[in-house]
């Protein structure tokens, strides 16, 4: 079943979201990575992790403000 209006997350490799991202993404996926994956921030596909960019940066704004 094809969804045609449904939104399409922007996904992308942590290598290259990690040069425009102001934090070490690594460092914060190994240590949040559960919740980030229950946020739907990273994404799991086989080997490969992807990071949507909005919900991550989303996360990290909530992370501050506390």
Known sequence: MILENAEKPELT???SFQRSCPVNVRWAIQKYGTLLMERGAVVRYGRKLL???NL???WLASKEAK
């Open 13 to 15: 490799t942590v290598r």
């Open 51 to 53: 990071v949507n960019p």
């Open 56 to 58: 991550f940066m989303s």
